[in-house]
């Protein structure tokens, strides 16, 4: 069947009509900072994310660093918060993960991450 009824696309609108108005006035919706707020920290990630190109030594480790420890305050802060917000958690779980793995480049940039020789002589 390729066409829907009149009364399928009536009711399909209806059922959209009631999720869409659910959500707009949910307690983590979009007229509150519950949802603009984690919406906007995209940014971080993309950020990050663009610097990938980047060679190592461009990389700051302090801001680096921070901005992992901000991320996991932020994870820790979206899981407690009433009600939970999952888009701010999964907003900073991403902003860890690029950051970590910037962090881990600018350390083997650094020379930090090296692999040790071994000092024993083999007989």
Known sequence: MLYMSLNEALLTRKVFMS????????????KTTHFW???ANWG???AAMA????PPEMLSGNMTGVMCVYSALCMRFAWMV???????LACHA??????????????RGQGYLQLKENKTPST
């Open 19 to 30: 999720f869409f108005k659910t959500f707009l006035n949910s307690p983590v919706g979009p």
């Open 37 to 39: 707020g984690p919406v």
């Open 94 to 107: 991403s902003n860890e993960t690029v950051q970590l793995y910037q962090l881990s480049r600018w350390a």
């Open 44 to 46: 971080f990630v993309a």
């Open 51 to 54: 610097d990938f190109e980047k």
């Open 82 to 88: 009433r009600p939970r917000n999952y888009l701010l």
